[in-house]
């Protein structure tokens, strides 16, 4: 076998294509290895509408990045024709090596998404030598593109919880299926309160799920939360959890430490701060008692919202640097959510 052949295996290059060429080039650093592929002559393509078999109508040349060859950077290069259909005309015809639009091939972006599975994407990005952004893309287009495949025509019931994307930012709600073990998240959405619940019925309709099916919402006892199940999962009945009461008391907590550094030697006060924040958090617990005790019998443990702190501290910090509400989803996607063992059957199909 020789170095051609060896190559053509590693790359999976099926007929019509062949590897024509290749080049490395000692004088730039890091070293590059360029390949160059092409179509036998006379080949017929297949339409990409009809798959019926068509003469190239023209090519245009493209180059992805491929994985290292060693430590030298490699660069595929085809020209890739545009098919005459009789009936769908000028069509451009996807390649088997990368998906349309994109600049890299499959096999660098299934390492690089492996990667992301496992380490922060800033790293990863340095190790594979390209730019963040570039990165964030591909994570983008896999994570989308699996979300489509989710379905989620069985949930009944639903965890709401939600956390500021960054400190002082804006607010992400995250929506857990109560009744999975493993990878609870189903749904994330900037934002929070009724906006956040109607989006969560929509994405629930369009991934064969139903409003109606939902019978137990577990969320917190804020008022925007409780309108918004009312109006869009009408047939829940909402239940509060001890997670929900212990953060509400912690909120409570929060003011009064802040209130203490500032009243720094005022000790009566203080004692004072603390009754009215802990009587306005017993206040709540009082005026949601229902859902409280709905709780206890429910049945369903408090694990998984529980679990999610540490979730999105992994997230944050996986996604560490990233600039907008989207990273940061996609990776609680990545990581909490179905689509991750998606992810790894398709690698092994
Ligand atoms: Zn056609």
Redesign the pocket.
């Known amino acids: 076998m020789d170095g051609t052949q060896i190559l053509t295996l590693g790359l999976g290059l099926e007929a019509p294509w062949v590897l024509k060429d290749q080049h490395l080039d000692t004088s730039v650093s890091p070293h590059r290895l360029d390949l160059y592929v092409e179509a036998e002559r006379g080949s017929l393509y297949p339409?990409?509408?009809?798959?019926?078999a068509?003469p190239a109508h023209d090519f245009a040349a493209k180059t992805w990045r491929h994985l290292n060859f060693f430590q030298h950077h490699c660069y595929l290069h085809a020209r890739v024709p545009r098919?005459k259909?009789?009936?769908?005309?000028v069509?451009c015809i996807e390649v088997p090596w990368a998906r349309p639009g994109s600049d890299f091939t499959l096999l660098f972006e299934q390492v690089a998404m492996s990667l992301v599975k496992e380490m922060p994407v800033l790293a990863v990005s340095r190790q594979l030598e390209i730019s963040d952004k570039r990165l964030w893309r591909i994570v983008h287009h896999y994570v989308g593109r699996l979300l489509g495949e989710l379905d989620l025509s069985s949930v009944t019931t639903v965890g709401v919880n939600e956390t500021a994307s960054r400190r002082g930012q804006r607010y992400v709600t995250v929506f857990l299926d109560m009744h999975r073990k493993q990878e609870p998240v189903i749904f994330a959405v900037p934002g929070h309160g009724e906006n956040a619940i109607e989006a969560f019925s929509a994405f629930l309709t369009a991934h064969g799920g139903d409003s109606d099916n939902v019978v137990e919402v577990v969320c917190d006892m804020s008022q925007a939360f409780l309108s918004g199940v009312a109006e869009h999962l009408p047939k829940a009945e909402i239940t509060v959890d001890w997670f929900h009461i212990l953060q509400a008391f912690t909120k409570r907590l929060d003011e009064v430490r802040k209130k203490k550094r500032r009243e720094q030697g005022h000790p009566k006060s203080l004692r004072w701060a603390l009754l009215k924040p802990m009587g306005k958090a017993l206040a709540t617990l009082e005026r949601h008692a229902d859902a409280v005790v709905k709780r206890w019998i429910s049945g369903l443990t408090n694990a998984r919202l529980e679990g999610m702190n540490g979730l999105f501290q992994a997230a944050r910090s996986r996604a560490r640097g990233y600039r907008n509400e989207a990273n940061f989803i996609a990776m609680i996607y990545l990581i909490g959510s179905p689509i991750g063992r998606l992810f790894d059957q398709v690698k092994s199909t």
């Open positions: 339409c990409p509408e009809c798959s019926e068509c098919t259909c009789p009936e769908h005309g069509k």
